[in-house]
C-alpha cells in the first residue's frame, strides 16, 4: 500500500529566509509526485509534480521540490518565503504504471511566514 | 476557464438526516473523484468516476454513501442517513484523460459538513 508521511505539523519560518517542506512516501512501483497548497477558505491547488527525468523541478510561486529516490523523499523547497506563503501544504503520491491507481495525501503541514 | 465547483460550501444537518453534495468537475474532464479531510487527518480518497462509471470505490466508508455522475458531467454524494463521523470537508477533484496517472487533479473548495 502506498503511503505519505509529511513528519512536521508545522512549519515555522522568517520572511526572506529559506524555507523546506519535507515528505517521504512509499509505494510499490515508480513514485508520481505532487504538492498542493491550500490557503484559508479556498481548495487545493496544484504547485507542482515528479513525473520522470530531473530530480528538481520547478512549479508555481517559485517553490521547487527535489526527488530523491534513495531516501523516498520529495521536500517541497523555496530560497526566499512571503508571509503569502502562509498556508498548509499537501504531498501527495500515487503509483506511476499505466492504468488506474489513487492519489495518496500526507496529513498536511502549516506553513507560517512571519514578517 | 471554469475551475471545479461544489455546492453547497457548508452544511450543517441533525444526525439521521440525509445530505447531498454536489460537484461540477472541469468541462471535459473524464475523471472525478471525491475526497473526504476529517479534521487535522489526511484527505483520503474515497472514489473515482470516469466518466459515468465508477472506476474505483474502495475508499467509500460505507452503503450510507451513493455517489452518481449522471451523463459523466456533474456528479452528487449522498449521505444517508448521516451520523456524527461522517463530519469533515468533502473535496471533489477532476483531471483530464482517463488512465493518465501523470496528470494533476483540480479540486474543487470543498463542501463543510457538520453533522450534529
Known amino acids: 500500500a502506498q503511503s505519505v508521511a509529511q513528519p512536521e505539523d508545522q512549519v515555522n519560518v522568517a520572511e526572506g529566509n529559506p524555507l523546506t517542506v519535507k515528505c517521504t512516501y512509499s509505494?510499490?512501483?515508480?513514485?508520481?509526485l505532487f504538492w498542493y497548497v491550500q490557503y484559508p477558505n479556498r481548495g487545493l491547488q496544484f504547485l507542482l509534480k515528479y513525473i520522470t527525468g530531473d530530480n528538481l523541478v520547478k512549479g508555481s510561486y517559485g517553490f521547487e521540490a527535489e526527488f530523491n529516490k534513495s531516501q523516498t523523499s520529495f521536500h517541497l523547497k523555496k530560497p526566499s518565503a512571503l508571509v503569502s506563503d502562509s498556508a498548509l501544504y499537501f504531498c501527495a503520491v500515487r503509483d506511476g504504471p499505466p492504468g488506474y491507481s489513487t492519489l495518496t495525501f500526507g496529513k498536511g503541514t502549516m506553513l507560517l511566514v512571519s514578517p | 476557464e471554469a475551475g471545479v465547483t461544489q455546492f453547497p460550501s457548508h452544511s450543517v444537518i441533525e444526525k439521521g438526516q440525509t445530505v447531498t453534495l454536489r460537484c461540477d468537475p472541469i468541462s471535459g474532464h473524464d475523471n472525478l473523484y471525491w475526497y473526504r479531510r476529517v479534521m487535522g487527518k489526511e484527505i483520503k480518497f474515497l472514489l473515482h468516476f470516469v466518466k459515468e462509471s465508477k472506476q474505483d470505490e474502495s475508499g467509500m466508508p460505507n452503503n450510507r454513501f451513493l455517489a452518481e455522475r449522471t451523463g459523466g458531467t456533474y456528479s452528487t454524494l449522498k449521505v444517508q442517513p448521516a451520523e456524527l463521523e461522517d463530519s469533515g470537508v468533502y473535496f471533489c477533484?477532476?483531471?483530464?484523460?482517463?488512465?493518465?496517472?501523470?496528470?494533476?487533479?483540480?479540486f474543487g473548495p470543498g463542501t463543510r459538513l457538520t453533522v450534529l
Open positions: 477533484a477532476s483531471s483530464q484523460i482517463a488512465g493518465d496517472n501523470r496528470r494533476e487533479q483540480f
Open positions: 509505494v510499490s512501483g515508480n513514485p508520481y
